[in-house]
């Protein structure tokens, strides 16, 4: 069992920056996969980052690409997301997600936090 708290959300203008965090629970972190998702109203959710267990592979969305970078701590049992040149678009709130496997869809991971909201003002 993986418990998972995210932090770091909030209002910021656009162009700004933010970092979420996720400190996960448990002795073995290390052996999950981590994702980062994220949900806006109306809208279905959707992957936007992705990192392998060792951190070696990474995905991320078109959308966030080169903008948000996804990393990890096994040390800490924490992943994180910096977030930069944020735009409107990006307000939704967001979950991370750890899995026994690396994937892309919400349905392979097994395990979520309660998500963060993050508003992008224009």
């Known amino acids: 069992q993986v418990q998972l708290v995210e932090s770091g959300g909030g209002l910021v203008q656009a162009g700004g920056s933010l970092r979420l965090s996720c400190a996960a629970s448990?002795?073995?972190?290390?052996?999950?996969?981590m994702g980062w998702f994220r949900q806006a109203p109306g809208k279905e959710r959707e992957i936007i980052a992705g990192?392998?267990?060792?951190?070696?592979?990474?995905y991320y969305a078109d959308s966030v690409k080169g903008l948000f970078t996804i990393s990890r701590d096994n040390a800490k049992n924490t992943v994180y997301l910096q977030m930069d040149s944020l735009k409107p678009e990006d307000t939704a709130v967001y979950y991370c997600?750890?899995?026994?496997?690396?994937?892309?869809?919400?349905?392979?991971?097994?395990?979520w936090g309660q998500g963060t909201q993050v508003t992008v003002s224009s």
């Open positions: 997600a750890a899995g026994r496997y690396y994937a892309y869809r919400a349905s392979q991971y097994d395990y």
């Open positions: 448990g002795r073995t972190f290390s052996s999950y996969a």
């Open positions: 990192m392998s267990q060792s951190g070696g592979s990474t």
